[in-house]
């Protein structure tokens, strides 16, 4: 059964599915590899990121790894406000409250 995933992206961010992936892309390509375990088992860490945690106005977002936070820059094509705003220059992007 498909579950569909809501996310808290604002209206200017064009197809949420791929924006969260992109993010979690940049997540799991950034963060360090923990080494595997003496028996071989494999690693306990899982990349997550939060919806919730994602700054438009500073063009970051929270990548979660274990339990390890880090914060990292969003790309610069990243839209940033309703007015074709971009994390190319981030004194135009606007703070976006999730709900609003």
Known sequence: RKRNITFNFP???????AF???????CNESTPKPGVRIFGSLP??????????????????LCKYGSSNVTLEMPQETPCGPDGQTCKDKTRCIEHIPGC
């Open 20 to 26: 969260a992936s992109s993010l979690w892309k940049l």
């Open 44 to 61: 306990t860490y899982t990349r997550r990121i939060n919806d919730l945690q994602v700054n438009f106005k500073d063009c970051t977002f």
């Open 11 to 17: 209206p200017y961010v064009p197809n949420h599915h």
